[in-house]
């Protein structure tokens, strides 16, 4: 099962900022948050991880809160194109290195 | 550079059928991993590879297999198809094996009639 909770939809402005919450109440020390998106059955889209420090790239900003129990992935300024299914994974460790996916949050850009 | 590409991009198969799926990693990375998508859900992992050789297997019956080869390709082969695997089946490619992040292909869509 996932580790993760997130809402399962979110509206957001084209132009504004969208804020996408995570909760992983249970995750473990060593284990790291990635997100992934997926736009209409493509293969998901890598956008950033993290262990507990903020991290920031070209796409997005992620914040982790101090006892790493939840994060909030940022897309600054969201365009019709970033209209996605979100998905927020805690990795689990192992020699698999898998991915447990969720149902993830669908956003919805709207001009 | 090219990313993870996959083979063929739609499939309609029988049940019964067998059928065969393949991926080719981003140049240079070492992993292949194998995932389902039934529609309307996250995917579920069903296999990693690493250097030829599986490192996971998720929850799916002995029907699925896979291999990689040298070149570090990887085949997906499901046998005895059954309507239940229709899906999206997506390929992620990583440089290493353990905690690499994970770079997806478009998929292979396959319907089972």
């Known amino acids: 099962d996932a580790k993760t909770t997130q809402p399962p939809s979110m509206d957001c402005a084209e132009g504004r900022a969208a804020n996408l919450p995570c909760n992983h109440s249970t995750i473990s020390g060593n284990e790291y948050v990635y997100w992934y998106r997926q736009i209409h059955s493509q293969g998901p889209q890598y956008i950033i991880h993290?262990?507990?420090n903020n991290e920031t790239n070209e796409m997005a900003s992620l914040i982790i809160t101090e006892d790493r129990k939840s994060s909030t992935l940022i897309l600054p300024h969201a365009t019709l194109r970033d209209t996605a299914v979100y998905y927020c994974?805690?990795?689990?460790?192992?020699?698999?290195?898998?991915?447990?996916f969720g149902q993830g949050t669908t956003l919805q850009v709207k001009p | 550079d090219a990313g993870v590409t996959q083979s063929p991009t739609h499939l309609i198969k029988t049940r019964g059928q067998q059928v065969t799926l393949r991926c080719s990693p981003i140049s240079g990375h070492k992993s292949v991993s194998w995932y389902q998508q039934v529609l309307g859900q996250g995917p579920q992992f069903i296999f990693q590879y690493y250097e030829k050789e599986e490192r996971g297997r998720g929850n799916f019956p002995d029907r699925f297999s896979a291999r990689q080869f040298p070149n570090y390709s990887s085949e997906l082969n499901v046998n005895a198809l059954l309507l239940g695997d229709s899906a999206l089946y997506l390929c992620?490619?990583?440089?290493?094996?353990?905690?690499?992040?994970?770079?997806f292909g478009p998929g292979t869509r396959l319907t089972v009639l």
């Open positions: 992620a490619s990583s440089p290493g094996s353990m905690m690499d992040t994970q770079y």
């Open positions: 994974i805690v990795r689990p460790r192992g020699p698999s290195g898998k991915l447990i």
């Open positions: 993290g262990l507990k």
